[in-house]
């Protein structure tokens, strides 16, 4: 069944209120939350969800990624998130346009925000505008984006030198902080890598500590990270390691990916896989054991591409990571990798794949939680091993798979990495499809049932014009959809050697508030739909889109709005000539953020002028069809009244603004 429609240009009150109650009181199958398999995408461009996939606490999934529907020549992207219903079934998606070209990374609920604010932090990529102001000039940067429950943006920040690339891989939201050492429950970490100048195209690996909250994105510290032999060095993926962490103490942060810095060799070194512990208060090494840097590698190519603590079992405090290792099989196997809580004391490893010159990779690691009896007063920590659950993808001799590359999913133990059954289950179509990311997902009386929850990218066939699209999979607890199969991969213990060096530290320390234009676009095909069950579950109340309408409409809900301090600035709205603040006054030197939205292209020109008529700010919006911010400091005014007048397409709208002390 194609669930494809386009967004209108307005969504009348009206009808946002008819279409939530039809969804509310229509209820919801159970068995229909049970397992699914559905595109998210347009068909004529490529979309994928390399940016993760994870349940949301109030109900249904989100994913991020990455469309480039945006464009009539599929030439840029921009960040594409999807909020889905329990059942699969899509309940908004939002374009991000931040640059020329933007793609999210990863993605996680906020769960800890200071102001009590829940939604989402998205990271990734933007490639900035030439038109882009101040220190935001044409390069590669790294993008945080917090966004609420329902898509609205909260704040967006980029991260970088203009003369330099930086790429974020990874975030996660810190449940520890020190409040004595500047850090808190609630900052942003993000993992992923830069150049080390304008000339080279040397990389170091990439930690950010940033501040949460509604009005957030202040660089805590950074880090860069130098192997020994000054090699490229990558980060792609992090965690907190909260195992025996202190109350008002700050976990540590692991990090992994991929280094060449550790062996010194005349020519063309070989990747190794990359670990590394740091403090999460200053992301400095210590004299402490458990703060360590190692490199695994053996005669092939080693890359880590995701990574968690585990926190359940007789190895809990231990370090799981997945990647790829070229060290042993034909073009490349999936990798897993446990070490102890110091990454240089290793612990075990596994590969699994074809081992017949077929690509196999993993991409995504996460332990299974243990389940204990409700009798349980105080949870004790199980005396078994604990199982993780990888994702990734593999290519099955033909007749096993379904064509090319394959989504995978593979059980193992802890400890020993045995793989918790032999049959490898697999999902995808005739074309290539990847899993980029896989949750566990806890059932929900009468709305979701134990499984999995995976994102990535699929192409329904072989054809060269086939764009690919992001691909979401729930399956049950036995890795069923009821349109998967099964192949029992080759596996082998490679014990790769470890190689122990700590790099050497720098830092950047630049970052700045881009415009932002965000967008509503409904793509969606269910490709697998099982029906065996009765019941209703209470679904989010969050429009279908949140697209351009009435200030009253669209305007920040109070209880956002009272966690939006006064000192950090205000928002003024503009929507098809209705124009409102929040807060006004603004206290002098503080940002406030010009929000607008455009029913179609059409150019923006903004001034801000005192009541003498002095110009104090001048200069241009975006100019496309959606909601978009621009942020415009009061730094340097006197305190006093001004005027924002904002011309579009030669018709002006204006209002007061309060600047005081």
Known sequence: MNNRMDCPAAIRPWAILATVALICLAGMRPAHAQRFEALFGSTTCVEAGRGGVQKVSSGGYVAAGNSYSTSSTCASSDVYVVRTRNDGLLG??????????????????????????????????????????????????????????????LWVRTYGV????????????????????????????????????????????????????????????????????????????LDECVVNVGTGATADIVAVGSTNGYKLTPTNPDYDAFLVRVNGNNGTFTALATHSAVAYGGSGNEELRSVTELRAGTRRGNIVAVGQTSSVGGGGEAYVLQTAANVCSFVADRTLGDFCGGADAALW????????????????????????????????????????????????????????????????????????????????????????????????????DDPGQLYLIKTDRSKSTTCQRGWIAATAQPQLLPICNVPRLDSIRRFCTPPITRVCRVWQERICYISDGTGTCRLPLCPLCAIIDTVDTFRIPDELGKNIPATSGGTI?????????????????GDFILEYALDTDRPVFITVS?????????????????????PVSTEGWPVGTYTVTMNVGGTMMSRKIVVKE
């Open 573 to 589: 709205s503009m929507y098809n000539g209705v124009m409102d603040t929040y807060p006004n006054p603004i206290h002098k030197g």
């Open 92 to 153: 908004w998606s939002m374009l991000y346009d931040i640059g020329l070209n933007d793609s999210a990374t990863s993605i996680r609920e906020v769960t800890n925000d200071p102001n009590g604010v829940g939604g989402f932090i998205v990271t990734g990529v933007t490639d900035n505008r030439p038109s882009t102001p101040t220190l935001c000039l044409p390069s590669r940067d790294i993008f945080i984006l917090r966004i609420d429950s329902c898509g609205r943006v």
């Open 365 to 464: 690691v996460r332990e299974i939680p243990v389940l204990l009896s409700s009798a349980d007063t105080v949870t004790p920590i199980p005396l078994v091993p604990s199982s993780i659950i990888v994702t990734g993808y593999v290519t099955p001799p033909a007749g096993f798979g379904f064509g090319g590359n394959d989504v995978f999913l593979q059980e193992f133990t802890t400890g020993t990495l045995n793989p918790v059954v032999p049959t490898t289950t697999i999902y995808g179509g005739a074309g290539n499809d990847w899993g980029w990311s896989v949750n566990y997902v806890t059932a929900t009386t009468g709305c979701t049932t134990t499984g999995f929850i995976i994102s990535g990218f699929r192409q329904s066939s072989t054809a060269a």
């Open 162 to 237: 203009s003369t330099t690339d930086e790429i974020a891989w990874d975030v996660i939201e810190a449940t520890t902080g020190d409040t004595t050492q500047g850090t808190q429950r609630g900052d942003f970490v993000v993992a992923g890598w830069r150049n080390i100048s304008a000339t080279s195209a040397v990389r170091d690996a990439y930690l950010l500590r940033v501040r949460g909250g509604t009005a957030g994105g202040a660089i805590i510290w950074d880090r860069t990270y130098d192997s020994p032999f000054n090699g490229d060095d990558y980060f792609y993926a």
């Open 610 to 630: 005192d009541l003498a008529g002095r110009r104090v700010y001048s200069g241009s919006g975006p100019d496309r069809e959606g909601i978009s911010l621009v």
